[in-house]
């Protein structure tokens, strides 16, 4: 590794948006990849559709008769979503969740995918408000 290369730095929105305890729930990198690449008009649309999406998907959570096909669906859903936005701390979430579908015994799961939903809007409501 050459120590005379250029170190890379993050982009300073992103690190103004993002504190050290949204980069556990935010891949750091994905903000600037995709700011980049999208005009910001394009960039504040999609986390603001994020952001709704993850929204409309809380009070499944309140509801405690569902199935776990639904559940199932949900989980993939998200994983998806989460996955698209550098959400890793939901994607990990969901991903636990789907892996222990079969063995019935999945409350601290589902406890921490709500969390992590929770969090997670939370974090990117974080970011767009920054953003404008």
């Known amino acids: 590794m ?6 890379s730095v993050s982009s300073p929105t992103l690190e103004h948006a993002a ?12 903000l600037a990849q995709h700011s980049a690449s999208m005009d910001p008009v394009s960039t504040q649309q ?5 952001i709704a999406e993850l929204t409309s ?3 499944f959570f309140e509801n405690t ?19 698209s936005f550098g959400a890793y701390r939901l994607h990990a979430a969901a991903t636990q969740v789907h ?7 999945l409350h601290s799961e589902i406890l921490q995918l709500k969390e992590a939903l ?8 974080s970011v767009v408000e920054v953003r404008t």
């Open 2 to 7: 050459d120590k005379h290369a250029p170190k």
């Open 118 to 125: 929770r969090e997670t809007i939370k974090c990117y409501k």
């Open 19 to 30: 504190p050290t305890r949204q980069f556990s729930i935010m891949d750091p990198h994905w």
């Open 57 to 59: 998907y809380q009070p």
């Open 99 to 105: 892996a222990h579908l079969d063995s019935g015994h």
């Open 65 to 83: 008769h569902y199935t776990t096909t639904e559940l199932r669906a949900l989980c993939l859903i998200l994983k998806g979503s989460a996955d």
């Open 46 to 50: 999609a986390l603001t559709l994020f």
